[in-house]
Protein backbone atom coordinates (compact mmCIF):
# COMPACT_ATOMS: atom_id res chain seq x y z
CA UNK A 1 0.00 0.00 0.00
CA UNK A 2 1.10 3.49 -0.81
CA UNK A 3 1.97 6.01 2.33
CA UNK A 4 -0.67 8.54 1.54
CA UNK A 5 -3.09 5.33 1.39
CA UNK A 6 -1.46 3.59 4.83
CA UNK A 7 -1.94 6.74 7.01
CA UNK A 8 -5.44 7.27 5.51
CA UNK A 9 -6.55 3.76 6.72
CA UNK A 10 -4.65 4.11 10.18
CA UNK A 11 -6.28 7.44 10.24
CA UNK A 12 -10.22 6.11 9.48
CA UNK A 13 -9.46 3.05 11.96
CA UNK A 14 -8.74 4.64 14.70
CA UNK A 15 -11.67 7.08 13.97
CA UNK A 16 -13.69 4.10 14.00
CA UNK A 17 -12.37 2.50 17.10
CA UNK A 18 -12.89 5.98 18.72
CA UNK A 19 -17.03 6.13 17.69
CA UNK A 20 -16.72 2.35 19.03
CA UNK A 21 -15.48 3.65 22.67
CA UNK A 22 -18.02 6.33 22.71
CA UNK A 23 -20.75 4.54 21.62
CA UNK A 24 -19.87 2.05 24.33
CA UNK A 25 -19.54 4.86 26.63
CA UNK A 26 -22.73 5.44 26.14
CA UNK A 27 -23.88 2.16 26.42
CA UNK A 28 -22.15 1.80 29.71
CA UNK A 29 -24.04 5.23 30.98
CA UNK A 30 -27.45 3.74 29.74
CA UNK A 31 -26.51 0.50 31.74
CA UNK A 32 -25.62 2.48 34.64
CA UNK A 33 -28.92 4.92 34.70
CA UNK A 34 -30.68 1.54 34.49
CA UNK A 35 -29.10 -0.06 37.03
CA UNK A 36 -30.70 3.15 39.22
CA UNK A 37 -33.95 1.16 39.29
CA UNK A 38 -33.13 -0.99 41.35
CA UNK A 39 -31.85 1.45 44.06
CA UNK A 40 -28.73 -1.35 45.30
CA UNK A 41 -25.13 0.44 45.07
CA UNK A 42 -24.09 -3.35 44.47
CA UNK A 43 -25.75 -3.77 41.16
CA UNK A 44 -24.56 0.02 40.01
CA UNK A 45 -20.98 -1.03 41.27
CA UNK A 46 -21.33 -4.05 39.23
CA UNK A 47 -22.18 -2.15 36.12
CA UNK A 48 -19.71 0.32 36.71
CA UNK A 49 -16.70 -1.96 37.28
CA UNK A 50 -17.76 -4.30 34.35
CA UNK A 51 -18.04 -1.24 32.36
CA UNK A 52 -14.64 -0.04 32.92
CA UNK A 53 -12.72 -3.28 32.72
CA UNK A 54 -14.69 -3.79 29.56
CA UNK A 55 -13.70 -0.46 27.76
CA UNK A 56 -10.11 -1.07 29.44
CA UNK A 57 -9.66 -4.52 27.60
CA UNK A 58 -11.00 -2.90 24.51
CA UNK A 59 -8.55 -0.35 24.51
CA UNK A 60 -5.33 -2.78 25.42
CA UNK A 61 -6.39 -5.09 22.74
CA UNK A 62 -6.49 -2.75 20.04
CA UNK A 63 -3.20 -1.22 21.21
CA UNK A 64 -1.39 -4.62 20.82
CA UNK A 65 -2.89 -5.33 18.02
CA UNK A 66 -2.49 -2.23 16.18
CA UNK A 67 0.93 -2.90 14.98
CA UNK A 68 -0.80 -6.12 12.75
CA UNK A 69 -4.00 -4.48 11.46
CA UNK A 70 -2.60 -0.89 10.65
CA UNK A 71 0.80 -0.89 10.07
CA UNK A 72 0.91 -4.11 8.51
CA UNK A 73 3.48 -5.86 10.72
CA UNK A 74 3.28 -9.71 10.41
CA UNK A 75 1.73 -11.19 13.72
CA UNK A 76 4.40 -12.80 15.35
CA UNK A 77 4.73 -14.71 18.74
CA UNK A 78 5.56 -11.57 21.07
CA UNK A 79 1.93 -10.55 19.62
CA UNK A 80 0.20 -13.83 20.21
CA UNK A 81 1.87 -13.57 23.92
CA UNK A 82 1.03 -10.04 24.90
CA UNK A 83 -2.49 -11.43 23.79
CA UNK A 84 -2.62 -14.26 25.51
CA UNK A 85 -1.03 -12.58 28.53
CA UNK A 86 -3.73 -9.29 28.60
CA UNK A 87 -6.86 -12.49 28.39
CA UNK A 88 -5.90 -14.18 31.11
CA UNK A 89 -5.22 -10.89 33.20
CA UNK A 90 -8.25 -10.37 32.04
CA UNK A 91 -9.97 -13.41 33.17
CA UNK A 92 -8.20 -13.25 36.70
CA UNK A 93 -9.56 -10.43 37.12
CA UNK A 94 -13.37 -11.03 36.35
CA UNK A 95 -12.75 -14.38 38.48
CA UNK A 96 -11.39 -12.23 41.32
CA UNK A 97 -14.43 -9.98 41.15
CA UNK A 98 -16.50 -12.59 41.06
CA UNK A 99 -14.86 -15.14 43.71
CA UNK A 100 -14.75 -12.17 46.35
CA UNK A 101 -18.17 -10.85 45.58
CA UNK A 102 -17.73 -7.56 45.74
CA UNK A 103 -20.26 -6.48 43.44
CA UNK A 104 -23.59 -8.03 42.09
CA UNK A 105 -22.63 -10.41 39.47
CA UNK A 106 -25.56 -9.52 37.08
CA UNK A 107 -25.12 -6.21 37.12
CA UNK A 108 -20.98 -6.63 36.57
CA UNK A 109 -22.21 -9.11 33.38
CA UNK A 110 -24.09 -6.54 32.15
CA UNK A 111 -21.58 -3.85 32.48
CA UNK A 112 -18.89 -6.13 30.39
CA UNK A 113 -21.37 -6.09 27.62
CA UNK A 114 -20.91 -2.62 27.20
CA UNK A 115 -18.42 -2.65 24.43
CA UNK A 116 -20.33 -5.96 22.76
CA UNK A 117 -23.39 -2.99 23.03
CA UNK A 118 -21.13 -0.29 21.59
CA UNK A 119 -19.97 -2.82 18.43
CA UNK A 120 -23.67 -3.48 17.47
CA UNK A 121 -24.37 0.52 17.78
CA UNK A 122 -21.49 0.88 15.56
CA UNK A 123 -22.95 -1.89 13.05
CA UNK A 124 -25.85 -0.17 12.69
CA UNK A 125 -25.04 3.48 12.49
CA UNK A 126 -22.22 2.85 9.86
CA UNK A 127 -25.32 0.54 8.11
CA UNK A 128 -27.66 3.44 7.77
CA UNK A 129 -25.51 5.54 7.17
CA UNK A 130 -23.65 3.75 4.19
CA UNK A 131 -26.71 1.58 2.64
CA UNK A 132 -25.66 -0.98 0.56
CA UNK A 133 -25.89 -0.29 -3.24
CA UNK A 134 -29.41 -2.14 -5.03
CA UNK A 135 -28.51 -4.42 -7.76
Not at 49 to 65: C, E, P, T, V, Y
Request: charged share 15%; with cysteine; proline share 4%.
Amino acid sequence: MPAMETENFRNESRQWLRSIERKSLAAACVLLLGSLVYRSALISLGVALGSALSIINFRLLWKIAEPAFIMGIKPHGKLALKIIVKMIGLLGVILLVVYLDVVNVLGFLAGLSSVVLGIVLEGIVHLYRYPRPQN
